[in-house]
């Protein structure tokens, strides 16, 4: 089964801030590589697929990075509504596991 | 407009079996795969099985092999997850997700959920 890390586990930052979130694999995936954004008591909501393309109605803030074992997410400028809890996950083959997640938290 | 409603949570004692319904509608569902993913109280997204739109192509995680089966019903527009001999960690916020199309692994529609509970 494909590995997966995020770095770091938490953030804390302030409205406007830009942040990176990484994720890293255990085995090379190329660019199968999602990112979730959940809020507290939601479903998650697909941010990125393919490390870098942004789904129909994300915010272009958002932009995603990486092939093979490494990847990122940005946030440039966050507003209030992008504190949340962020997981990358693998779809290169079965099963589809996800990171631990990232927690981005208000300074 | 895409629905997804699970059913079927609720309390079980270990070693016990439950059934996991997810009433699909606003979609051809017969052409998609499909996916159970959970969420313990608390904690992160585990995938825990999907299946092909033709039920050939069938997959779970090592912690529920052997306990859980994933089926479906195409003419009745449902997916199904069949949890036996549960176990206490098998409690968890059970969500089921359709992909997009084209990208089988991309989960970009989601249920909201149904709590499983496994507890003497």
């Known amino acids: 089964d494909i590995q997966m890390t995020q770095s770091p586990s938490s953030l804390s930052a302030s409205v406007g801030d830009t942040v990176t979130i990484n994720c890293r694999t255990s085995?090379?995936?190329?660019?199968?590589l999602n990112w979730y954004q959940q809020k507290l008591g939601q479903p998650p909501d697909l941010l990125i697929t393919?490390?870098?393309s942004l789904q129909s109605g994300v915010p272009s803030r958002f932009s995603g990075s990486g092939s093979g074992t490494d990847f990122s997410l940005t946030i440039s400028g966050l507003r209030p509504e992008d504190f949340a809890t962020y997981y990358c996950q693998q779809s290169y083959s079965y099963p589809y596991t996800f990171g631990p997640g990232t927690k981005l938290e208000i300074k | 407009d895409v629905h997804l409603v699970e059913s079927g949570g609720g309390l079980v004692q270990p070693g016990r079996s439950l059934r996991l319904s997810c009433a699909a509608s606003g979609f051809k569902f017969e052409n998609y795969a499909m996916h159970w993913v959970r969420q313990a109280p608390g904690k992160g997204l585990e995938w825990v099985s999907g299946?092909?739109?033709?039920?050939?192509?069938?997959a779970y995680a090592d912690s529920v092999k052997g306990r859980f089966t994933i089926f479906r019903d195409n003419a009745k527009n449902f997916l199904y997850l069949q949890m036996n001999s549960l176990r206490t960690d098998d409690t968890a916020f059970y969500y089921c997700a359709k992909p997009k199309t084209a990208a089988p692994g991309c989960l970009d529609r989601w249920g909201q959920g149904t709590l499983v509970t496994v507890s003497s």
């Open positions: 299946i092909s739109w033709g039920s050939g192509n069938i």
């Open positions: 393919g490390a870098s």
């Open positions: 085995q090379d995936i190329n660019t199968y």
